[in-house]
């Protein structure tokens, strides 16, 4: 499951090991690999634009970014993860309001004040916190969430990432 600020992984026991998004990637991972029973397929990015070289390491319907550069808490995360199923070899990918893909963004639109909506997108904000002010968060209003997103006519979800942050400019 994705928070905004962690995610939760639990396994058939009902006991829950959460990664918040500045841990290793290494133990993130390799949770990951145990929960899903397979390796993920990992590759190179060099983007020509921010955020600059990244790992990825997939699986079927998930996706983790590894920027790069040092975390920074508490707006600059270690790594980012993307949801576009919603199961992976029995798992469940959801986030914790139990939010999946394939599921109507519209609903979510009424429930969750930060959406975002145009004739070719549709994106909400969902579990927002607010960060505050701090030597080591320097900006006012920012905030971290989960970000829900659609681009499909039937305005059904098709990516679920966090943390998405706000970074209050």
Do not use: C, K
Not at 63 to 78: F, G, H, M, Q, T
């Amino acid at each position: 499951m994705l928070t905004p600020e962690a995610m939760q992984v639990t396994s058939s026991d009902d006991s829950v090991v959460s990664f918040s998004y500045y841990d290793p990637i290494e133990d993130v991972v390799a949770a990951l690999t145990a929960a899903f029973g397979a390796d993920p397929v990992v590759g190179r990015e060099y983007p020509t634009v921010e955020p600059g070289p990244q790992t990825l390491y997939e699986w079927p319907g998930l996706r983790i970014v590894d920027e790069d550069w040092p975390a920074a808490a508490p707006l600059d995360s270690n790594y980012y993860v993307v949801l576009e199923a919603p199961e992976l070899n029995g798992v469940s990918l959801a986030t914790i309001d139990g939010i999946q893909i394939g599921d109507s963004a519209l609903t979510l639109a009424d429930q969750y004040p930060h959406t975002l909506t145009d004739e070719d997108s549709f994106a909400v904000f969902v579990g927002g916190v607010d960060i505050p002010r701090s030597d080591a968060n320097p900006r006012d209003n920012s905030s971290i969430s989960v970000w829900v997103w659609t681009d499909n006519p039937e305005r059904t979800i098709t990516s679920i990432s966090s943390p998405a942050e706000d970074y209050g400019v």
